[in-house]
């Protein structure tokens, strides 16, 4: 497993964080993750073997948030 903290902008309230932390569980060889709302980062970890990092940023991506 991978553990890795994204800067992600454009989070803003509640919805926000359901939207990533839902999309992105949902993908297949992600463990966990964590929405830090005030600090605007997102924890993941995840099985590389499984699931790109890539394809993690395009979700977050997806969801109308920008991952730096």
């Known amino acids: 497993m ?3 903290t994204l800067k992600v902008t454009g989070m803003s309230c509640g919805h ?3 939207s990533v932390e839902g ?3 949902e993908l297949q060889g ?3 993750v964590k929405v830090h709302l005030e ?3 997102v924890d993941v970890e995840f099985n590389p ?3 790109p990092l ?3 940023k395009q ?3 997806d969801q109308g948030y920008d991952v730096e």
Do not use: H, L
């Open 2 to 4: 991978e553990k890795i």
């Open 16 to 18: 926000c964080v359901k």
């Open 23 to 25: 999309s992105v569980g």
């Open 30 to 32: 992600v463990k966990s």
């Open 39 to 41: 600090a605007g980062n």
């Open 49 to 51: 073997a499984e699931v």
């Open 54 to 56: 890539s394809k993690i």
């Open 59 to 61: 979700t977050i991506d």
